[in-house]
């Protein structure tokens, strides 16, 4: 059974999602629908990219990640497929593609690209305002059905791409800054498990507060306690046990975070 | 495999739409289930007809669209079943079925309704405030499971409907209203394409605000700026570029729309 | 077809249930995947315990419900799963389990424990912060795809348990107590139809208001009126027709909900 997975900043009220589903159902009949998210900040590419680097990976081969964060719609960016290893991406060429992009070429896998300009991969009426429905979801439709990648549009190799900041190496250690904030308010940094790896870590910098050293999960401090430690996809985050970082500290994507490393 | 739609006010918290699903599974196990929304504003049919409109004509053929917007729950108001076409309805006889209804009837498509008084179709035990759970849910797995819609109860023809008010023609243009408000701050007017056609609009009034002109989507201006344009189910929807149009006007549901049109 | 279900406190923004449900579909390919709730109140181990208790009941016997809200994640508390009657639950050993796994000794079914200590039934990697993917992912997967319980960890048998508060008999009738607030702003108390049976409630004290009587459904007053019925799951609950009795009362979890006995 095809697998296609959903990543939207449509929100799920008002049936959006559910038209995207109801087209790929009409084209490939019994296709698994797994939502990865449709409550990304609306127009916010980062952290559409973000979210679906984090999450790819741990889906079967073959899946098709068709994602819709699309600010562009109707002007001339183009709509975009891609096999990246072993899965497929679906969505807006507008770089929500980046942060995946750069795990596959990390790993050296296979990676090709299609304008998706085949219209007869399209639903027949297409609107200017919901490519979503009328171009992505039939296009991730019939590549689950069994159309090749290369059948939906012509090869493209000029995809738009941006780069996530990546931490500087300081004299005292590593400067980064936040790039996420989650449902429970932990905050996530840019600077990454790697970085840290055979150093000690005096003490953490963030929004104005300092937290001394790194704890291996939330349960080793009291609540309410602010904590620096290793998130579930190897950035150090800083959380407060049963609470919300983000609104202790007031946090903002975008802010410093500073890590200091004992030099002894 | 059967596919069964949900469309209710229930929310995502309490569990109450995955009781419904887990009695669908228990009589028409491996059935497709597809969440259309469950943040329809608490007992607001008019929203549930809209969005049930705006998604069932995309789903395939023998889909199943289950609705629990239900104010009237446990008193006289019927329990319907319909066949729309070549789909079919599941839910409260309270008019949210009114919008579909009538895209059906345009269609010219067969239509069929009964009264669900069939009890040996419902769970054993029926409460008097979840009929979503105890009625409608298990009557929508029977027709899944293969039941006729004339076994689940008795042909009625007399159902409640309620007409969405239409734009009225003016010396200047159209006079309409705002019909929805949606995630992103889109505001939806019942104003349709097929009004405008072949007219020039001059300008469109709006909360107190102009608009000069209508783009083809949101791209043409820049960030910020209140534009005009054909919506993706037909309507003249106003937007702002990369923001909430609603919030910018403190639009409500039922505010007026004015369409000029360009007379020469 | 397996079924397995997710109960979390992870909300619908960060992608960590789509995680989950890769990990799942990778390891058991075609496994049904259904929500029950996502929005737990962050750490609230009673919240998830009681939607738990309400929904499991409804889903078809083989059903694997997996439960992650895991305020101990990565400390000693021990991940289990555990075979209620007919249908198996994977989670952490925190308490969450209490109120169904009542129901399913009261209906005197097969209970069974284990301690998931088995690494060969995780991801290879597993991170401190996130057993939901890491642990009981995986574990339901296994299940889901055939292993026995017993494959997945040593039998085990003293899992934390907690009692939810039972109503106290008074000279009046009964003191129980608010035990959920759902989305509507129904009050769910702990005072449940089986205390009632037969007897004829006078009135209900409820945050310093008093309601006469009971009514079967909501339709019998008027909008707005203050309401005392049996809810869904067979508690006393106190509604506001057509509105949200939460808001009107400020009812807060805890509060006291007293019952008064017509004697005659």
């Known amino acids: 059974m095809p697998l296609i ?23 490939a009949p019994g296709t698994h629908l797994i939502d990865i998210s449709h409550n990304i900040s609306p127009q916010n590419i980062p952290e559409a990219a973000l979210i679906l680097a984090r999450t790819a990976p741990f889906f079967p081969s073959g899946t098709i990640h068709t994602v819709v964060v699309d600010p562009g719609v109707g002007t001339g960016r183009r709509p975009i497929g891609a096999s990246l290893g072993d899965q497929f991406f679906i969505g807006p060429d ?6 995946l992009l750069k795990k596959i070429e990390e790993l050296e896998q296979n990676i090709a690209f299609v304008h998706l300009n085949k219209p007869e991969f399209w639903l027949p009426q297409v609107s200017n305002v919901f490519h979503g429905r009328d171009i992505f979801a039939p296009c991730a439709a019939h590549l689950a059905r069994g159309a090749g990648l290369e059948q939906l549009g012509e090869t493209i190799t000029d995809i738009i791409r941006f780069a996530l900041p990546e931490p500087e190496l300081t004299n005292y250690g590593y400067q980064g800054e936040i790039i996420h904030l989650d449902h429970f308010g932990n905050i996530s940094s840019n600077i990454r498990i790697e970085h840290l790896q055979g150093k000690k870590v005096s003490k953490v910098r963030i929004c104005g507060k300092e937290i001394n050293g790194m704890v291996r999960t939330f349960g080793e401090r009291n609540q309410g306690e602010l904590v620096a430690l290793c998130g579930s996809t190897g950035n150090l985050i800083v959380s407060v046990v049963n609470g919300s970082a983000a609104r202790k500290l007031n946090a903002v994507v975008g802010d410093n975070v500073e890590v200091f490393i004992n030099k002894d």
């Open 5 to 27: 997975t959903l990543l939207t900043d449509f929100g799920l009220k008002d049936g959006n999602v559910a038209a995207m589903k109801g087209v790929i159902l009409n084209i």
């Open 94 to 99: 507008n770089g929500v593609i980046s942060m």
